[in-house]
């Protein structure tokens, strides 16, 4: 469908560069020949909305047989989003969910109380060369969804809206902007979406919600005149109308959001939390693995190993 007629484009240079509130340089990482770039958390940005966590994984090559094995590990006070351009990954988690993801797809696991998964290439993958490259995000959960019953949804691509104009694909993984709404239940104010900017080509950003952030995975964008290429994530001064112009090659983005968080979170590990006490009593339980008999059990038919509780 093409945009909403009552978003106007306006001109990149309409606002100043005071308009981006904090630029954040990924911290990258190599994990056994595997790279990972975070996002978030930043030293000078925790959270942009609901997001709280937001790393770049790959572009990865990998060989005939070769993959990646995330073993089962837990969360508390967050839902877990999968995202992929290449590849796949073979989600289990101990709310019983057992599915393959594969590009332009949606995995929405959201941990609650607590939940343990594991992701791993698939079987089918090893069986040629095969490559890895998506964003996983976490979103923190409000108060009073931090102790719900843990849930999984998967939507396929397909079910994901499409609005598309003038050079310009959006993908709406999560949440409601440009007047679609994605299937995916949220549980706060949220928009998230994959972009792909033709060369030149621009966007408006969604200016009804609070928090706004674009990261660059690939290409460059313009912001006031000034250009930033792959590998960036800007967040935008709450209220300015912002609008982005993709470079000479084009640019494929995602675009993330929602209302400001109302404090701020504890991380530790992989818990999330309102609280000190709420991660101490999640660390105890992992420690204990005493599976089935607490906020803890293990993935179905993904029992045989787990990430033990880091020192």
Known sequence: MSWNPALDPGCPDDVGVDAIET????????????????????????????????????????????GIDVRPHPHIGLGTVTYLYRGDFHH????GADQIIRPGALNWMVAGRGVSHSERTSAAARTGPNSLFGIQTWLALPDSHEDMAPSFEHHGKAALPMIEDHGVSVRLILGNAYGEVAPAKMLSETFYADVTLGPGSRLPMPDDHEDRG?????GSISVAGQDFDAGRMMVFRPGDKITVAAGDRGARLMILGGATFPGPRYIWWNFVASSKERIEAAK????AANWGNGRFDLPVDDRAEHIPLPD
């Open 284 to 287: 105890a339980e992992w420690r």
């Open 92 to 95: 289990r988690d101990s709310t």
């Open 214 to 218: 674009i990261y660059i995975v690939d």
């Open 23 to 66: 630029l954040i340089i990924p911290r990258a990482r190599d994990i056994g020949g595997f790279e990972v770039r975070r996002a978030l958390p930043a030293p000078k940005r925790q959270m942009v909305g609901p997001f709280i966590f937001f790393d770049q994984a790959g572009p990865a090559e990998l060989l005939t047989g070769q």
